[in-house]
């Protein structure tokens, strides 16, 4: 039976948490990472080296590998301050390889195949770029890591150079795809910044398969102040131009008084689900009872094991439509 094909569209830490879950399941995964983040480690390789952001990219290797335990930590290793610049060993390891291949894309598919994983890492584009923003004030402010310290609403992003051409690779997995997954994660800087590639922003609307939004549990100061999940998918759809999301993944359920204080205090609220808003605009609402968890130290997280569970099962429903339609000689959803 052919396996069912997901790419997965995000970066930071929330699509490195859920190819983790996903790599469970008998699916073939692809991740199509940002590289635009220049703080830390990864902005000191990017600015001293000119390649695109390494860390995002490192930790979804490192989730989907399937190597000895040890050998996954050490490459997430990282070093003190005062040690190596406290750069993390992946990163180095993958500048080092862009600079034995002289092209950061073959580093990061010959780094895959060394740590052996499940599926496919890919960065968005081969270009070192960097994210600006221009706010709702008209003020543009550039460098992904500069735009959630204004504190201002977003009107839109754009990468710099805004005219880099998307990794083949990638643009072929989504044409390919049963399922495109965008999210969970920082919505303008770890998302959207990969549909600023042109190409693949072409590639995700143009794609037979449908897409999923797995909406944030709660508001990011300085990037999504007071969004409902309703306005995450609206920014995604302004990006594009046109509407694309046929399904959001979102919290329906409350939070204590403890929880709700402690994002007072970081200046976030929950993200509303906003269903009926999503529903009129043809959108399939989906959640479940136990897709949040909370920490001992009172934050919330997507409980992953639920979540990669509610991806699959829709991309099951999904494919099982597909190949009816397609023995019925119709044409694929939107």
Do not use: W
């Not at 790419?7 to 590289?35: C, H, Q, W």
């Not at 000119?50 to 996954?72: C, F, H, K, Q």
């Not at 003190?80 to 750069?87: C, D, L, M, P, S």
């Not at 001992?296 to 509610?310: F, G, Q």
Request: with cysteine; proline share 4%; charged share 25%.
């Amino acid at each position: 039976m052919k396996q069912i094909k997901i790419v997965l569209i995000g970066g930071g830490t929330g699509l490195s948490v859920l190819a983790r879950g996903m790599k469970n399941f008998p699916i073939d995964i692809t991740t199509i990472v940002t590289v635009s983040d220049d703080g830390g480690s990864t902005g000191k390789i990017r600015s001293e080296m000119d390649i695109p952001a390494p860390g995002d990219i490192r930790n979804v290797i490192a989730a989907l590998s399937e190597t000895e335990p040890t050998l996954e930590k050490l490459f997430q290793y990282r070093f003190k301050e005062n040690q190596i610049g406290g750069h993390s060993l992946g990163n180095l390891i993958i500048a080092a390889l862009t600079n034995i291949s002289d092209d950061f894309g073959h580093a990061v598919k010959e780094l895959s195949e060394i740590l052996n994983i499940k599926g496919q890492v890919i960065p968005s584009t081969n270009s070192s770029v960097r994210l600006n923003a221009v706010m709702t004030d008209g003020e543009v402010v550039c460098g992904e890591s500069e735009i959630p310290k204004k504190n201002k609403r977003i009107e839109r992003v754009f990468l710099e150079p805004e005219d880099v051409q998307p990794m083949e690779e990638a643009v072929e997995a989504l044409k390919e795809a049963d399922l495109i997954v965008l999210g969970p994660g920082s919505l303008y800087t770890s998302v959207i910044s990969n549909l600023c590639v042109k190409g693949i922003a072409d590639a995700v609307v143009q794609s037979d398969a449908p897409k999923l939004y797995v909406a944030n549990i709660m508001t990011q100061s300085g990037e999504t102040n007071d969004y409902t999940a309703y306005d995450h998918v609206n920014a995604l759809h302004r990006h594009v131009n046109q509407s694309f999301v046929d399904y959001v993944i979102c919290n329906t359920q409350d939070f204590d008084e403890v929880v709700l204080e402690r994002y007072k205090q970081r200046n976030g609220i929950p993200s509303e689900p906003d269903q009926a808003r999503l529903e009129a605009a043809g959108i399939e609402v989906v959640s479940h009872p136990d897709l949040i968890q909370i920490t001992p130290e009172y934050y919330v997280r997507h409980n992953t094991d639920v979540l990669a569970k509610m991806i699959y099962e829709i991309a099951l429903k999904e494919t099982s439509t597909i190949e009816f339609e397609r023995n019925k000689g119709k044409n694929k959803r939107r």
